[in-house]
T-cell receptor, first 112, second 114 residues
């Protein structure tokens, strides 16, 4: 059974700082890995999707990497802004049921 | 496109009552997922439909939960009878091709069972 772990559970940084969120998973037989953002009381918004054959994906100030063999992914946020404050969820797509298994998330606070 | 639509957005009910949650996926998407989010357990997949057919319902907690997808544009998740431990946010998501494309989530239904 796939298990996804995210470290740290919470992170507080001053505005402008670069930061890294970590995600690890136990079963490397994945289709893809996705990073989502969730604002309080809202649904999930997809940020980046990395296919199993890819090493990284970039979107604006966000860069996600994938090391499938070691079961790890990182989300790099450059020049953080207060608007980046949210919970970031890592999810791994695997298994015969094509299901997403989510980590518990990292709650990010960017202080002005 | 309006995105994934869920109704109601909030539901408060008493223990023992029947609850029906509704979802309209993005037009053209052939995969639909129901998730439940709680503080204790995070996000969990309840059931997955492909082309209106339930593929995996192993996440459905017990027989009190049932889900249907009568056509490509509508799905329901029903809880009967409801219990306080069912209180959670229920999300519906849809995708065109889950293996290569992301899942698009609805805003969720916040359920409180008293």
């Amino acid at each position: 059974k796939q298990e996804v772990t995210q470290i740290p559970a919470a992170l507080s940084v001053p505005e402008g700082e670069n930061l890294v969120l970590n995600c690890s998973f136990t079963d490397s037989a994945i289709y893809n890995l996705q990073w989502f953002r969730q604002d309080p009381g809202k649904g999930l918004t997809s940020l980046l999707l990395i296919q199993s054959s890819q090493r990284e994906q970039t979107s604006g100030r966000l860069n996600a990497s994938l090391d499938k063999s070691s079961g790890r992914s990182t989300l790099y946020i450059a020049a953080s802004q207060p608007g980046d404050s949210a919970t970031y969820l890592c999810a791994v797509h695997s298994g015969s049921a094509r299901q997403l298994t989510f980590g518990s998330g990292t709650q990010l606070t960017v202080l002005p | 496109d309006a995105g994934v639509i869920q109704s109601p957005r909030h539901e408060v009910t008493e223990m023992g009552q029947e609850v029906t949650l509704r979802c309209k996926p993005i037009s053209g998407h052939n995969s639909l997922f129901w998730y439940r989010q709680t503080m204790m357990r995070g996000l969990e997949l309840l059931i997955y439909f492909n082309n209106n057919v339930p593929i995996d319902d192993s996440g459905m907690p017990e027989d009190r939960f049932s889900a249907k997808m009568p056509n490509a544009s509508f799905s329901t998740l029903k809880i009967q009878p409801s219990e306080p431990r069912d209180s959670a946010v229920y999300f519906c998501a849809s995708s065109l091709a889950p293996e290569v494309e992301t899942q698009y989530f609805g805003p969720g239904t916040r359920l409180l069972v008293l």
